[in-house]
């Protein structure tokens, strides 16, 4: 959700003084502090604060967390600080968990999750803190006259249009109607942008930050060869937008971004791969399919870091700080891998992966048709197609499983499902009806998390079974393995569980009714 | 999570609302959110507060959930820091309670829904022993008790610390202490050694204290520096430390049911 303006814009060379008088015509004025603020404003690289109705800000030794007015249910609008913390320095890139424990890491948290805070502007201004009062001398709406300035990162001091700032007061909501009333008849223009918005434009960056989401509008009749460019073109965007972010270990999603977009294009490949030559298409394939490799095991040992607190809950609580040499051996092995992912994807033969990527999808239509039968057909019947066809396998797949299949067959159907997923999600949604792809998609994610389970539950008791040895030659080895042996034990519970679950959400996936569905959608 | 704070005394005019309010705006001003429910059908800490002391629907709908309390919730002039005003209704509070079901656990329970939105709650309470207490009692993490330095102010404090036995920390503090009078240094004294729970802080009779009825402001407003508003500061501190040593006992927030 963008927040609102609240704000009204002052005439181009007024002074914060003559303002005031202006305003002082015609509403009761309490005089506040005058006084120069700096202001650092702080989000996410995809803009997770902002989409919250909130502003992250560093201001004189503390960070805090401000409603801006469309997020806290108290008093919509109100500016209010939800919490702050004690920050000795404006923080180059900030985690919650890096901030002491305390109501602002908690906000925080519940809205970043594992994601970063960067720097997003650096502001400077010129503020006159006034009150608005009530016959009572009561305080009822907050009125700040504001010019602020942008500071580049080079420096450079970029002068923003001086405003007034609207704060509501709760429970005084007619008040504020009123002196926005009185605003605009005083002449002066609502703004269009928050303070902070208009700083982020001012400074050439993006307003709610970079999205890793594939929206691509598509249309039925188009041809295939060019929406399929188009759908993996904006994939690449994402991949390459990421890649920095993922070199830099900024936080953890990048690179989990960047290997979803991957292998988002690797499924596109794979089922549109009549409107590709084929020639071309195996070696773009292979430097897909590459990147992916030269990524898995660091993105597998991150998985394992953030998420060791699940695994330390799940053994008894007397056996907990038992695993430390455990998680130590974990980080060991994420830098490791990390130095050896990092060496790859500086690699020319990454960046060449990249760039010639984007230029065979920049001349895909031009390229003759031969040994492409699907190019020129509506993408909506080649994706229809190709629906129902994975969701038909899937059904075989799936109705081949009883309890005495090994775990192979639960993987390569989830593998499926994957797919599945991905031509819903990018071809699915902008060429089918919502009320049909949405409920796939949902009973479609219900299969993927319990196979999910079973597959993860797998792999981490044969990555605990490796890693045994290491541990075992640490300091507190011994305590660890024993801990190790009873985190094992609730692993194998688990997958078995998810096995006993799967024969239910599987039913629901290849209900009769479903299967009527996708043939009268998609065939 | 919420702490829940009630200033609280038997006894009248021993400074319960100068110390909620001075309180709860030092809470305000170090960051945190903070609500302050004027629970005094007389309603003094709202007037302080310049606001109408009048809730949606009256106090008895309140008490048995049939209104919101966010919907009679006003912000005050100072960042942070709200009140949920007083009713002259308040005054039949106790009987309100008692045709109630369970009349103890109401406050709590008008309480719940705020403390995602709240780090402090105080309660400024009226003076008795009544169904009104025994709510705060159950409501609060700990009492915040004025005592004022005179003789049988040592009877108050135990017939107090025996009531609330088992349930909210009793932190006293002493209140209106004019140190020339030998009479209160002695019994501060007294008090001091018998009770470990009688906090270092001493708010001081001052005129600014005095002051904060006609000027309706806080202390820290109408002298800033002054004796009584670093009294406050030295209070607010004393009562935080406490609270922290407590530890993860005390708080609300996660044992409460909302409804």
Redesign the interface.
Known sequence: MAPDAHDYLLPGQVTLADAGELLGRRLALREGATRSAERRFYDTFDGLVRAAGLEASFENG?L?LTDTGAG?G??AG?G?????ADVAEPPERLLADELPSG?LRDRLKAVIDVRALLPLVHLESEVREL?VVDS????VVRLALERPAVITRSGRRIALRARVRLFG????GEELAEVREALADLGLARAEHTVLDEAVLAAGGLLGGVSSKIEVELSAGERSDVAGAAVLGRLLEVIEANLPGTIADVDAEFLHDFRVAVRRSRAVQRELKGVFPPVQLAFHRGELRWLQQVTGVSRDLDVYVLEFDDFRASVPEQFRADLDPLLAVLRGRRLTARREMVRELRSDRAREAMTSWGAFLARLSALPEEGRPDAARPIAEVAGERISKVYRRMLRMGRAIDASTPPEAYHELRKKGKELRYLLELLGAPLFPGEVVKPMVRSLKALQDVLGRHQDREVQVATLRSLAEEVSALTGGAAALMAMGLLVDRLLIDERAARGEFAQTFHEFASGEQRKLVKDTFS | MTRVLATYNIKGGVGKTSAAVNLSYLAARG???TLLWDLDPQGASTYL???RPKVRGGGRRLIRLKTRP?D??????Y??L?LLPADFSYRHMDLALGGSKRPTTRLARVLAPLYK?Y?YIFLDCPPSISLVSESVFEAADALLVPIIPATLSSRTFEQLEELVAGGPQVLAFFSMVEVRKSLHREVMAQLRARHVTMLGAAIPSADEVERMGVD?SVVAEIAPGGRAALSYEALWWDVKRRLDAAGARGGRGADVNGA
């Not at chain 1, 209010?80 to 702050?84: C, G, R, S, T």
């Not at chain 1, 007061?169 to 005084?172: A, I």
């Not at chain 2, 009679?72 to 002039?77: A, L, N, P, R």
């Open positions: 503390r805090s806290s108290l008093g109100s209010e600080v939800l919490a702050v109501p009150g009572d001398d009561k305080l007061v709760r429970g005084y | 960051g945190a959110r507060f310049r606001i966010e009679s919730i006003k912000g005050t002039d960042l942070g709200d939105h780090e309706r």
